[in-house]
T-cell receptor
Framework: SAVISQKPSRDICQRGTSLTIQCQVD?????MFWYRQQPGQSLTLIAT?????????ESGFVIDKFPISRPNLTFSTLTVSNMSPEDSSIYLC????????????FGEGSRLTVL | GENVEQHPSTLSVQEGDSAVIKCTYS??????FPWYKQELGKRPQLIID?????GEKKDQRIAVTLNKTAKHFSLHITETQPEDSAVYFC????????????FGTGTRLTIIP
């Protein structure tokens, strides 16, 4: 299995501030996926991060709020900008376990609480 | 886009009994259907998946069935144990590559000792 390291694992943030979450994978992957899981809810795809091009955002998510970087094939960052209490969630990065397997493998997640 | 509905939202089962969770999907082109288990405070992990060319797949105490015509699939857990207590998510997508995976709303399964 891929090894995905996410930082921070948790943080408490003040309203109006921004926080950047880092995701490091132990192997090169074409795409990395960022999901949000609000308290007690399901997983919602925020965006797909491609190396060398802009991320592709899902409906309801915009680059100004969730800027993403993908500088190389093993690393990505997601920033949650100008946070409000509604942004309190677990943010998870994920990668495909292997070509043509379909299996999505998740990092441990970053639990953000916005006061 | 794809829409996945999941039922029930909560399920309590006596230890040793069976549990069944059902999902329906909207996109007839979807052909990959995984199930994820998320224990409290942990990441979701794949427990079983099925492709559209197969009607049923089994792995020890868990099994998944797929009805393409009706566009629904189910997770079956037999001889439930306390460690089966978790939230289970179904999902669906087209293809086995970088296509978007759409998740159901989740089922909180509680096994009563």
């Amino acid at each position: 299995s891929a090894v995905i390291s996410q930082k921070p694992s948790r943080d408490i943030c003040q309203r109006g501030t921004s926080l950047t979450i880092q995701c490091q994978v132990d192997s090169q992957v074409t795409m990395m996926f960022w999901y949000r899981q609000q308290p007690g809810q399901s997983l919602t795809l925020i965006a797909t991060a491609n190396q060398g091009s802009e991320a592709t955002y899902e409906s309801g998510f915009v680059i100004d709020k969730f800027p993403i970087s993908r500088p190389n094939l093993t690393f990505s960052t997601l920033t949650v900008s100008n946070m409000s209490p509604e942004d309190s969630s677990i943010y998870l990065c994920s990668v495909l376990q292997g070509a043509n397997t379909g299996e999505l493998f998740f990092g441990e997640g970053s639990r953000l609480t916005v006061l | 886009g794809e829409n996945v509905e999941q039922h029930p939202s909560t399920l309590s089962v006596q230890e040793g009994d069976s549990a069944v969770i059902k999902c329906t999907y909207s996109d007839s082109a979807s052909n990959y259907f995984p199930w994820y288990k998320q224990e409290l405070g942990k990441r979701p992990q794949l427990i079983i998946d099925i492709r559209s060319n197969v009607g049923e797949k089994k792995d020890q105490r868990i099994a998944v069935t797929l009805n393409k015509t009706a566009k629904h699939f189910s997770l079956h857990i037999t001889e439930t144990q306390p460690e089966d207590s978790a939230v289970y998510f179904c999902a669906a997508k087209r293809g086995f590559g970088n296509e978007k995976l759409t998740f159901g709303t989740g089922t909180r399964l509680t096994i009563i000792p």
